[in-house]
């Protein structure tokens, strides 16, 4: 089945970086769209990055400048770097498949998620 499996959260400081990974598997990863959602304490499902087969990016107006999310096919991994962290980047921040190659499309498979905490 379909697996992603999102790393590289943890506690940070504000004004600190993260690099956050998806390693994505059973399915053929060079041919769809990959974007990022989080989740912040109490809050909805907010997308946050998104990112073609061939690397044409768009980011959620909050991250713009902050974030770079990025893809090697060859090892079926998408990341998303985030520098200049703010206490309000808190939350699960989640992996999740398109069902093409348009960020357009919907999400149909995510990961279990990976827990960024921004606090002094």
């Known amino acids: 089945e379909v697996q992603l499996v999102e790393s590289g959260g943890g506690l940070v400081q504000p004004g600190g970086s993260l690099r956050l990974s998806c390693a994505a598997s059973?399915?053929?990863?060079?041919?769809?769209?990959m974007s990022w959602v989080r989740q912040a304490p109490g809050k909805g499902l907010e997308w946050v990055s998104g990112?073609?087969?061939?690397?044409?990016?768009t980011y959620v107006d909050s991250v713009k400048g902050r974030a770079t999310i990025s893809r090697d096919n060859a090892k079926n991994t998408l990341y998303l770097q985030m520098n200049v962290l703010k206490p309000e980047d808190t939350a699960v921040y989640f992996c999740?498949?398109?069902?093409?190659?348009?960020?357009?499309?919907?999400?149909?498979?995510w990961g279990k998620g990976t827990l960024v905490i921004v606090s002094s």
């Open positions: 999740a498949k398109h069902l093409t190659n348009s960020i357009a499309a919907g999400m149909d498979f």
């Open positions: 059973e399915f053929t990863f060079s041919i769809h769209a």
């Open positions: 990112i073609t087969s061939s690397g044409s990016t």
